[in-house]
């Protein structure tokens, strides 16, 4: 249960559960053959990069904490 609230905390949780919800509407509508608003869509496209995004800075944030190993491939940490 800690877990759960160690990742609430980064909000990694609201950060996936997001791009799932506006993603899962936008299926939704579209399986339905109904029209998927634009906003809806504009939306739905900034969670989904955002989120992308975060999990790329996570991961150069982790290779920073590695001894030896820069942040840019090739560089060493100094």
């Known amino acids: 249960m800690s877990k759960f609230w160690d990742l609430l905390e ?5 950060q996936s559960a997001l791009p799932v919800m506006f993603g899962g509407t936008c299926v ?3 399986l339905r053959s109904l029209v998927v608003p634009e906003r809806l869509w ?5 969670c989904v990069l955002f989120w992308m995004g975060a999990k790329v800075q996570h991961q150069v944030d982790r290779n ?3 001894k030896g190993r820069g ?3 090739g560089r060493v940490q100094e």
């Open 28 to 30: 939704i509508l579209w």
């Open 42 to 46: 504009q939306l739905t496209l900034m």
């Open 71 to 73: 942040a840019t491939p």
């Open 10 to 14: 980064r909000s990694v949780i609201v």
């Open 64 to 66: 920073r904490t590695v």
